[in-house]
């Protein structure tokens, strides 16, 4: 008896019993994963059919009509905001992308990249409204820097940033630096090493990390609102209007809905170059 249960505590597991559970667990993940996906892109579908809807605060999509996107190209107020926020965020993508690749080329040498790399992500992590508070008083106080397109543009950067170094360091972490070394030891410069050889292979990183800034600060609302003085980016007089004007709802909804048919495909492209070119590289 004791050589029994000695044997049953000892027993592997029957693989008859792994191989019966395994197609259960694999059925949930996959359902799991749909069910995920549809949360995700089911209210960004449900928001485009209401924005063609005649009454879109109903919720329910019917009776299809284009008078709110009419309504909304013949309001003129949404302009300004909307070049604010696009010269914002190219002006932020930019400066992301050559900062990022400066510092990401440097991080793996250094003697802790781990630790330095926690500091520079530090900023994802901290609420929106306190960061968005500490730069007014960081650009007033210390900058002396007037509130308006700059100091925008400044909390813009500090918030996008740490993605566009994620995104070199994802580069770098997979770059051969034997290939450094070999261009150096054929007697090229520092400058033609890079240009040569190091360019050309993080240039999907360098554009993906101008891509992911300019979008994180084409979108950001939280740091627009405390940094914007009489400056108005788009998200920042959506957010109003939604808030002041009930009657302005529909035109938001169309406005949104161009403004998410622009941003995807970028989102695509910054994904696309990063992880189907960068692989084929």
């Known amino acids: 008896m004791e050589n029994r249960i000695a044997f049953a505590r000892v027993a592997p597991i029957s693989p008859k019993l792994e191989i019966s559970h395994a197609p259960v667990w694999k059925r949930l993940g996959k359902w799991g994963g749909f069910a995920m996906l549809g949360l995700i892109y089911f209210p960004l579908l449900w928001l485009i059919l209401l924005s063609i809807s005649r009454n879109p605060l109903g919720g329910i999509p019917g009776d299809f009509s284009l008078e709110h996107y009419r309504a909304l190209f013949a309001n003129s107020e949404w302009h300004m905001p909307m070049l604010a926020s696009l010269v914002i965020g190219v002006i932020v993508g930019l400066i992301c992308a050559v900062a990022a690749t400066i510092i990401g080329r440097a991080l793996p040498a250094l003697n802790s990249p781990g630790k330095v790399l926690f500091l520079f992500v530090i900023p994802l992590f901290v609420p929106g409204m306190s960061m968005g508070a500490a730069l007014l008083i960081f650009t007033r106080a210390v900058l002396g820097l007037k509130l308006g397109f700059w100091s925008v543009a400044l909390g813009h950067f500090v918030w996008a940033f740490p993605f566009a170094l994620l995104i070199i360091l994802v580069v770098t ?16 410069s520092n400058w033609r090493v890079f240009w040569d050889i190091e360019f050309p292979i993080l240039m999907p990183g360098i554009v993906s990390s101008a891509l992911f800034g300019f979008l994180m600060s084409f979108n950001e609302v939280m740091r627009s609102i405390f940094l914007r003085g009489t400056t108005e980016t788009m998200p ?35 994904f696309w170059l990063l992880f189907v070119k960068l692989d084929k590289s």
């Open 173 to 188: 972490t997979r770059f051969d630096h034997r290939l450094v070394e070999a261009g150096r030891d054929l007697g090229a």
């Open 236 to 270: 920042v007089w959506s957010w109003v209007q939604a808030a002041a004007q009930q009657s302005q709802v529909p035109i938001i909804f169309s406005l949104a809905s161009i403004v998410l048919l622009i941003t995807l495909p970028l989102l695509c492209a910054a």
